[in-house]
């Protein structure tokens, strides 16, 4: 196995630790990749089901889902693009309680100096430097 995709649900299953035959085998995979035995490729997608999930269904907090999550993602056999602007929203989406969606926006304004965002939505006035501006 020298490359493979990862699902939300090998994740979930390890940080839930739900599942009698899943959770353990999932915790066991995650391992082999943390040791290096191979890489697994993942997508910004699969992170956002893995929070949604986490938030929703586990009623867990986004510290929780932060403090969890991002050290999974920055194991470096665990392929991700934009591994900094996943950090960077994880910190927005938890300290500036904003939703991960919105915090991920953010982190793509910041990645390409974008300061103005046309939306109705307050939440991204809470973030300095961010300007929001409702489209009329």
Do not use: W
């Amino acid at each position: 196995m020298a490359e493979v995709f990862v699902d939300a649900n090998v994740f979930i299953r390890h940080l839930t630790q739900d599942h009698p035959v899943h959770s353990p085998k999932a915790t066991a995979f995650l391992a082999r990749i943390e040791r290096g035995e191979f890489r697994a490729r993942t997508a910004d997608t699969v992170i956002f089901e893995t929070v949604f999930t986490l938030e929703r269904h586990y009623r867990e907090t986004k510290h929780v889902i932060r403090d969890a999550l991002v050290p999974l993602i920055e194991l470096p056999g665990i392929l991700l693009s934009g591994k900094k602007r996943l950090r960077r929203a994880f910190e927005l989406y938890a300290d500036r309680n904003m939703s991960f969606g919105d915090a991920c926006h953010v982190a793509v304004m910041e990645q390409y100096g974008i300061t103005e965002i046309a939306s109705f939505d307050k939440d991204f006035d809470r973030v300095p430097g961010i300007t929001r501006v409702e489209p009329n």
